[in-house]
């Protein structure tokens, strides 16, 4: 059995059995990105040397009989919005591109005490804006199930990179379905934790009450493994939940009895392809086969989400991407060229005699950071940044962003009261699988759009995963999404792992792997 | 046929239930466009970046467009409904005084585009140019 069909907690068991080698994990990965990475794209950097180094020393450490980290030997990819100590992160962005961050992510650091193996920075929308990986400056990510159909974003890389097996683990973030959307798109599994399980430190911040960090893989077990390693209290991240981790690695196998699921009739009808619906209903009646209760539940605000998350989102996104400046670090315009630039716009103006133009001109300060940010961001990062102003300047604070944020906290009762009947609400992640690259890059609202059943639970906080639950008929991954309380994430691994022991969906491979047909 | 199945999911999450089409509510004024040019110049101003004359006919047209969609929140109801910042909300997360290492000047000043030995150096903010 080649090394590439086997789970992270399959690779470990051998590990700790003495039949593989962590340089023989490691090497094999390397060999994967060599063959697909390509075509597939899915990295942006690899770190090749070090990785391999790494492996050998715990390789030694093992025979030495060392106590090791619970990922001991294991690649891991990073979405490359996570800062590594002295190793780029670009968060795909020209505005990033040379940045070498003086700290590791609070993530990075859990990684490395666990012994995990980095292997590489994987490729993003930028700034994480985004839901195809299109809008990356640095590279071009291709679904492994087609090459020419996006990854899903903003984590495209870190979904891609497990559906070609190039690794089994995968961190990304998520801000408004930036695990979830990929995971469906490329057919993996993908959790998103309850704001504050995991903290952000290190993360580059898109928009900070929405981002959360999570694991992505083949398998539910794998999911749990990683996020038992990412979550937990940090002060460093005053936002982060002061509470005991659950073992997730060994509850997540505990069927759950007398589960009871809700479904939301407008995530089955208008809008949604056929094709999904009809493998969410089959996953449903997978659930009902297992002894779960299912019930329609209504959440009547979730219209409004797709909405009041661009507001929320894009205005903390105009805030927190205010710091790139040109002067701490990051990207900057040549300074000569603006400043020749601005000496002859002012000699026009004082040659027609506009005066009040005069008045208004940029300062060589202010031109310096207009130049630089026009320059280093990207159409859609420009885009939010605009629209975020706009929500709060003056006059217009009041009708978009805190009335975002009053329907903000009627979507979350909308989730508390459904959760009074239910543990768990079912439906899809996306309104369709995977579209054409290229296809909604010029229409930013029907990409946005794309978001409608993703969004709602950064807004509330919750957490949520996507797991594999069928293929439309041109054969692309379609993902079933799992919505659970605050805190809930052993609930949602456990439904997950029960919905993987009674389907195999999530072991298919792409063809590009084997030249087989997908669905067999 | 991917492009329909778009417009599909804009229509269906109409202004007015009834039309089931995207329709005209104006926040702001009578005016007919959501956001005009001028406006676009200005926030763009504010929001500190640099747009080429098609870049803010672009952004006019698209952030037109989506500003309208976002009206659709006009027709919720928040009164006496309490703004939520946080999903999770914690108040008063403290941590003992203490004093601790910050960065490294060197450290901090790595990634500068622009130094000298302490301190980072920008365009002059005082007096002409």
Redesign the interface.
């Known amino acids: 059995m080649s090394l590439s069909e086997l789970t992270a907690r399959e690779l470990l068991q051998r590990l700790r059995d003495g039949e593989v080698k962590a340089v023989e994990i490691v090497s094999h990965c390397l060999q994967q990105v060599d063959q697909y990475d390509r075509k597939v794209g899915a990295f942006l950097r690899i770190s090749r040397d070090r990785a391999m180094a790494q492996a050998e020393e715990i390789d030694r450490r093992r025979t030495r009989g060392e106590n090791l980290g619970k990922l001991a030997g294991l690649p891991v990819a990073v979405k490359d919005n996570l800062c590594t100590h002295g190793e780029p992160t670009t968060c795909a962005s020209r505005m990033l591109e040379h940045f070498v961050p003086p700290h590791d992510a609070t993530v990075i650091s859990r990684l490395k005490a666990a012994d995990a193996i980095i292997v590489g920075k994987t490729n993003l929308d930028e700034f994480a804006m985004g839901g195809s990986t299109e809008t990356s400056a640095l590279g071009r990510t291709r679904n492994p199930w087609d090459l020419e159909r996006i990854p899903g974003g903003s984590s495209g890389g870190a979904a891609a990179c497990v559906a070609a097996r190039m690794v089994s683990l995968s961190v990304g973030s998520d801000t408004g379905g930036s695990i979830r959307q990929p995971a469906a798109l490329c057919g993996v599994t993908g959790l998103k934790p309850t704001y504050g399980r995991v903290s952000r430190f290190g993360l580059v911040a898109f928009a900070s009450s929405l981002d959360q960090i999570g694991p992505l893989a083949q398998t539910a077990e794998d999911c749990a493994l990683l996020l038992e390693v990412l979550a937990g209290h940090d002060p460093k991240d005053a936002t982060s939940i002061d509470r005991p981790v659950p073992a997730y690695s060994e509850t997540v196998r505990q069927p759950l009895k007398g589960l009871r699921i809700g479904w939301v009739r407008e995530h089955l009808g208008e809008g949604v392809s056929p094709e999904v619906a009809a493998a969410i209903q089959e996953a449903i009646k997978v659930f009902q086969s297992l002894g779960a209760e299912v019930e329609e539940v209504e959440l009547p605000h979730a219209r409004y989400a797709v909405a009041t998350y661009y507001i929320i989102a894009c205005s903390e996104a105009s805030s927190n991407l205010a710091r790139y400046d040109g002067v701490h670090y990051g990207y900057r315009t040549d300074e000569k060229a603006m400043l020749l630039e601005l000496a002859e716009e002012r000699r026009l103006l004082q040659q027609q005699g506009k005066t009040d133009a005069l008045e208004d001109l940029d300062s060589a300060l202010v031109r310096m950071y207009r130049k630089t940010r026009a320059e280093g961001f990207g159409a859609e990062v420009k885009r939010r940044i605009m629209l975020g102003t706009y929500a709060l300047s003056a006059g217009y604070y009041d009708a978009y962003y805190l009335k975002a944020l009053k329907v903000r906290r009627l979507i979350r009762r909308d989730y508390d009261e459904a959760f009074q009947k239910v543990h768990l609400i079912v439906g899809p992640v996306t309104p369709t699988p995977a579209f054409k690259l290229g296809e909604k890059i010029n229409d930013p609202l029907a990409m946005y759009l794309f978001d409608l059943f993703t969004v709602g639970s950064n807004l509330a906080g919750l957490p949520a995963m996507s797991v594999p639950c069928g293929f439309s008929r041109d054969g692309m991954p379609i993902g079933l999404h799992l919505q659970a309380p605050p805190l809930e994430e052993e609930l949602l691994l456990r439904a997950a792992h029960m919905f993987q022991q009674a389907t195999d969906w999530h072991l298919r491979r792409p063809p590009l792997l084997n030249g087989q047909a997908a669905i067999a | 046929m ?2 329909t ?6 229509q ?2 109409p202004t007015d239930p009834t039309s089931g089409s995207l329709q005209k509510v104006s ?2 004024g009578d005016s007919d466009e959501m ?1 005009s040019l001028a ?2 110049e200005k ?9 080429t004359p098609a ?1 803010a006919q672009m ?1 006019t047209e ?2 037109g ?3 309208e ?2 009206s ?2 006009n027709e ?1 109801n ?1 009164e006496e ?8 909300e ?1 108040t008063n ?1 403290f ?1 003992d005084d203490r004093v601790t290492a910050s ?1 490294d000047r060197e ?2 000043l ?5 130094r000298d030995d302490e301190c ?1 150096l ?4 005082l007096g002409e ?1």
Do not use: D, G
């Open positions: 991917q492009r199945e778009a417009k599909w999911i804009i269906s999450c926040l702001f956001i406006e676009i926030v763009a101003v504010l929001a500190r970046l640099l747009l870049e952004m698209q952030l467009k989506v500003l969609y976002m659709l929140l919720v928040t409904v309490e703004p939520l910042a946080h999903a999770v914690l997360v941590r960065l450290a901090a790595a990634n500068a585009p622009h980072y920008v365009p002059a903010v140019v």
